[in-house]
């Protein structure tokens, strides 16, 4: 096997896509903190390539089989440091309101509490269709929050801050979901 074969088996791992989106999380915090043109366009990018990789680490999981313990656990922690880190900088930088991301990080936080729960008790805690939804919609402000410079006439601040609308409306109607589905697991 070359050298370029076992780079390619490596970097194709789910848990090597999960820790790089780990990795990601500081470059794109310190490219944000510089808020050029140039730092903005390359952080949106680092953000649009981690957020694709949360979609193959799951495919490619499921498909070959290669399901861990590590992966379960370490997968959803870099989706909510990756998506947590990315609105508290936008929120720092004055390109969307505080009082949203707490709303996004405290579903996030509580969610996270309750599917413990749910496994505690040996339910299912795979993500709805509302989950997707509402990560769809995260993903489509946090990228032009981060470029929030217009480019070619496009505004993409108030691109993103269209988004941002949908993203909190479906946090909470998913949270709500999850909460309402597990309420018999509560008390």
């Given at each position: ?8 088996e ?17 470059i ?13 366009v ?18 490619l ?11 379960k656990?370490?997968d959803?922690?870099a ?45 299912d805690?795979a ?7 509402k990560v ?25 801050s269209f ?5 909190l ?16 697991f509560?008390?």
């Open positions: 096997m070359t050298w370029s074969q076992k780079l390619k490596v970097v194709l791992t789910p848990n090597f896509m999960t820790v790089s989106r780990i990795i990601a999380v500081p794109i915090v310190v490219l944000l903190m510089s808020d050029s043109r140039i730092t903005t390359i952080a949106a990018a680092l953000f649009s390539l981690a957020s694709i990789t949360d979609y193959f680490d799951g495919y999981a499921r498909t070959r089989g290669l399901e861990t313990k590590l992966g656990i370490l959803p922690l989706d909510k440091l990756l998506v947590s880190s990315s609105l508290v900088m936008l929120v720092s930088l004055g390109f969307m309101p505080g009082w949203i991301a707490c709303v996004i990080i405290g579903r996030e936080l509580a969610v996270t509490g309750l599917r413990c729960v749910l496994i505690e008790n040996g339910q805690v993500a709805s269709w509302l989950g997707k939804y769809g919609f995260q993903i489509a402000a946090i990228i032009p929050l981060m470029l929030h410079y217009s480019y070619l006439g496009i505004n993409f601040n108030g691109i993103g988004f941002l609308w949908g993203a409306i479906f946090t909470i109607w998913s949270g709500l979901d999850y909460f309402i589905k597990a309420r018999k509560l008390f």
